[in-house]
């Protein structure tokens, strides 16, 4: 037996892999609820009425049960607070998002031929990072990644030729 037990080389490769995949999702998580808390606490009328409207939608619902099915509360809370990842959906993000979801609506939808362009955003002004608050468990933390999904859409731009 090897100094590492019944674990060969590649299983020890393997799972570094994915230690370090899971610690790049509980960034992102972590990133995104943080902005979201941001929003929430700067703007607490303003989050309340967005989550009140997506609150009814399946999207939501299913993300919740998710959230709570996967435990990613405990994930994200885990241990040291986690990394910031700044380029989370940012707009070259946003670019290829809109690109493969784009290609998932013609594979799901016989009838589109033509695919339209994917959506071309303008990136907003450069800003500077904002301070983001630190994780707080419980009842907000679903919510606050949704709210930083809403914030960090917001952040990075909008559709070219969009009146918002």
């Not at 986690?82 to 670019?95: E, M």
């Not at 016989?110 to 500077?128: K, N, S, T």
Request: proline share 10%; charged share 25%; aromatic share 6%.
């Amino acid at each position: 037996m090897n100094a590492d037990g019944p674990l060969l080389p590649q299983d020890l490769h393997l799972l570094a892999a994915v230690r370090d995949g899971a610690e790049w999702t509980r960034a992102v998580l972590c990133t995104l609820a943080r902005r979201g808390a941001a929003l929430r606490l700067s703007d607490p009328d303003r989050a309340r009425a967005l989550l009140d409207v997506l609150a009814p939608l399946p999207y939501y619902k299913a993300g919740q049960f998710l959230f709570d099915l996967l435990e990613w509360e405990d994930f994200m809370l885990d241990g040291p607070p986690a990394r910031i990842v700044n380029t989370v959906l940012d707009a070259r993000a946003l670019q290829n998002l809109a690109f493969l979801l784009d290609g998932v609506r013609r594979h799901l939808d016989g009838a589109i031929e033509d695919p339209r362009p994917p959506v071309q955003l303008e990136p907003a002004a450069a800003e500077p990072e904002p301070e983001l608050p630190p994780l707080e468990g419980g009842i907000h933390l679903y919510d606050d990644v949704v709210l930083g999904v809403i914030a960090r859409l917001q952040e990075a731009g909008q559709p070219a030729g969009s009146a918002v």
